[in-house]
């Protein structure tokens, strides 16, 4: 047995509360949500120490949720690696992390996701040391329709197309970890939207940013199911996670009447960060495959409208596979 088999999901079932905050939204994805969850968690916290000798990428991570990972992980002693696009203000990000942890090994590398030659630099650049924990959360919400040089919409590319190239690149690192987890930061915008199978690159209609961020959430969740199961004969676990509504500055640029109306229920980047700390470092074994949200596996769906086939979910699976070239893709 590893860490990512599956056992006893009952006990990552939430509580008939649990699952009120979640139907409510409000109440659940604020900070009153967790702070109300905290107290019926069992006392599994990772001990201290938990990550020493064990080295997690994470992407996105020069600021709000993916620096509070990476400053979560470093506090149980994780090797972190900042995968981020601008190397400055990574390298700023690093420091700050050596300072709040002394003696912490913390690196930089140059990654910008949504451009597939990017990506395989910065996998070459991984070296040959075991990954344990890699995760996905570099994001971007665009106000306008944006292309990458490769021709794809942009926040398809960084959510959906970008981190299914990483993960494939390093695939041999991981495996090479034994019980490695991949985690994909989600939204949970994402229950808003339906699957987009005939137009995953929002070519047709109005487009609009929000939606677009929502859409390809929707995807990686949808896809986080096929990824498990591409990964287990090499016992990787694949999660996928939401972090509730958080006072991040990209939510500060990219929405800033939402975060006016909100701000005093929103989480802070550490709260937002928590469920996927977890999950990295938790000796608890785990399902793979699920949604989860504050330490609890989440349904996939809270509206009919947004449901989908097995067949639509593998039909994106083997088109995302294909696009960016992966063994076996038709």
Known sequence: MTANDVSNDAKFEPSRVDALLDRTVLPGYSRLGIALRRRAWPDDDPPAGAMRGRRAVITGANSGIGLAIADGLAELGASVVLAVRNPRRGADAADGLRERHPGAAVTVVECDVAEPDSVRRCAAALGETPIDVLVHNAGVLSPERRETG?????TFATHVLGPLLLTELVRPLLAAARGARVVLMSSGGMYAQPLAIEDPEYRHGEYRGAAAYARTKRMQVALTP??????????????????????????????PRFRRMTRPLLRTPAEGADTAVWLAATRNTLPSGQFWHDRRIRPLHLRSGTRYTDADAVALWRACRALIGAPGAS
């Open 150 to 154: 490769t021709g794809h919409e942009l």
């Open 226 to 255: 096929l990824l498990a199961v591409e990964l287990a004969e090499d016992r990787i676990g694949a999660h996928a996670v939401h972090p509730g509504w958080v006072d991040t500055p990209g939510i500060a640029d990219a929405l």
